[in-house]
């Protein structure tokens, strides 16, 4: 237990609002209105508050503003994974969104997992935000339940809805995923494969994508794929090369579902003394800064991963400041960038 400002006995030993208001001898009101609305206070008065502030370590209760306003000013941001480079330009570009504003963002790492979303969505709605921003389209029923039974805008990253009525911001991996394979093609390659891993919903539409333009070629081949549901990394995309290349040594191209695994897929042929793209192409996904400057460069399809979370984070900013959306679905596209590699 500590004693307070005002000479009197505090059990959680946070500084209140009244301690503020007595050091700066000024009402709790006047305090309070200093802090949350400060054009409307002197500048003597805003000074003397914002120095009691400093002395004691004064942090707001956010969560009993928030009942007072019916606002948190807190908006969530769930992706799957903090450490792929993918996803921190996509939240810098959120923070970025909304940094002009007042909000604060919660930030969930559901580490591709269902489970792990349910149990963050839960526990960051007694938080009351006031949107959620989603990285993925498709959700397990009770997170589905959850979103519906919070009556929270939602807007969802990365790919498109096909639901008109849901809010969506980023491109097609379909249509992306097509647009690879269609390039190999035009190139003259004929085995192309592709291989994947994490196989969460953005590498099954870019693997849909390829299937789709190899039937179109009448190429398709099922043993030219090779899905994987280890994480993603560079070790384990040599190992897939590896893999794909002994099961099936007639393969002039392979697709990688992104480009951590591209990456280890060029590695791996150039210890085995294989040409790029002499013996085989190799193509991959995402643009990752290391891409462009790798021997063979690497070619791939570079997605606007922080317009997506700036876009994504406007679109929700519009709906709580009761402005309409522009577009319910928001459609960012793509752009393939041939390198070397193939």
Not at 210 to 219: E, F, H, K, N, S
Not at 261 to 277: E, K, S, T
Not at 315 to 337: E, I, K, Y
Request: a negative charge.
């Amino acid at each position: 237990m500590t004693r307070g400002a005002t000479g009197k006995i505090r059990g959680t030993g946070r500084a209140t609002l009244e301690e503020v208001a007595a050091l700066a001898g000024v009402s709790t009101m006047t305090a309070s209105r200093a802090l949350s609305q400060p054009q409307l206070v002197s500048d003597t008065t805003r000074a003397k508050v914002e120095q009691a502030v400093i002395e004691l370590g004064y942090v707001p209760n956010r969560a009993a503003r928030a009942l007072a306003s019916s606002q948190s000013r807190v908006i969530v941001a769930l992706v799957p994974s903090l450490s792929n480079v993918v996803f921190t330009a996509v939240l810098d570009g959120i923070q970025d969104a909304i940094a002009a504003g007042e909000y604060q963002l919660l930030i969930g790492n559901t580490r591709y997992s269902d489970a792990e979303e349910e149990k963050l969505l839960r526990t960051y709605l007694q938080s009351n935000p006031d949107g959620i921003l989603l990285s993925s389209l498709s959700h397990s029923p009770e997170v589905a339940r959850m979103l519906e039974g919070s009556r929270v805008p939602v807007v969802s990253m990365m790919d498109l809805a096909d639901d008109t009525n849901r809010l969506s911001v980023g491109f097609s991996q379909l249509d992306a995923g097509n647009a690879m394979t269609r390039h190999l093609l035009a190139r003259g390659y004929r085995r192309i494969a592709f291989i994947g891993a994490q196989l969460d919903e953005r590498t099954l539409r870019r693997a849909d994508g390829y299937r789709q333009a190899m039937q179109a070629a009448g190429l398709a081949d099922p043993r030219l794929e090779l899905m994987v549901p280890e994480p993603s990394t560079i070790a384990l995309g040599a190992e897939l090369m590896r893999r794909v290349l002994d099961a099936q040594p007639d393969c002039d191209a392979v697709f990688c579902c992104n480009d951590d695994l591209a990456h280890g897929a060029i590695y791996y042929c150039q210890r085995q003394g294989i040409q790029v793209p002499r013996d085989v192409a190799i193509a991959g996904f995402n643009d990752l800064p290391a891409s462009a400057w790798m021997m063979p460069s690497l070619t791939t399809i570079d997605t606007p991963r922080y317009r997506i979370g700036f876009e994504a984070a406007t679109l929700l900013l519009d709906m709580l400041g009761g402005r309409p959306p522009h577009a319910n679905r928001v459609d960012l596209g793509f752009t393939l960038r041939e390198r070397e590699s193939t």
